[in-house]
């Protein structure tokens, strides 16, 4: 069975850093993308950061400069440096991956359980 698991939320005051970290587990074939979502309380899910297969990243607007997306291919494990943290940036994130299991070796997506990660001005 796929899992993600992230860990490394927590409560910060702005201008701090926190670092994310998801792995990936189970019997896992290929991995294509992985990256970082988040939700605000009464907003909708949206895109952080993305990384590739080519190691090629792509950020949102609000986070460019700030955020460094990175993976461990080895570890199977993504990561998301977050630096000069603000209270907007309050939300649970969620790790998202493509991957292939060995049970069918096609791309399906997965979804972390999300982690908290509370700004406080």
């Known amino acids: 069975q796929v899992q993600l698991v992230e860990s490394g939320g927590g409560l910060v005051q702005a201008g701090r850093s926190l670092r994310l970290s998801c792995v990936a587990s189970?019997?896992?074939?290929?991995?294509?993308?992985m990256g970082w979502y988040r939700q605000a309380p009464g907003k909708q899910r949206e895109l952080v950061a993305t990384?590739?297969?080519?190691?090629?990243?792509a950020y949102a607007d609000s986070v460019q400069g700030r955020f460094t997306i990175s993976r461990d291919n080895a570890q199977k494990t993504v990561y998301l440096q977050m630096n000069n943290l603000k209270p907007e940036d309050t939300a649970v994130y969620y790790c998202?991956?493509?991957?292939?299991?060995?049970?069918?070796?096609?791309?399906?997506?997965?979804w972390g359980q999300g982690t908290q990660v509370t700004v406080s001005s």
């Open positions: 998202n991956s493509y991957l292939a299991p060995y049970s069918d070796y096609r791309m399906h997506e997965y």
């Open positions: 990384i590739y297969s080519d190691d090629s990243t």
């Open positions: 189970g019997m896992i074939w290929s991995i294509n993308t």
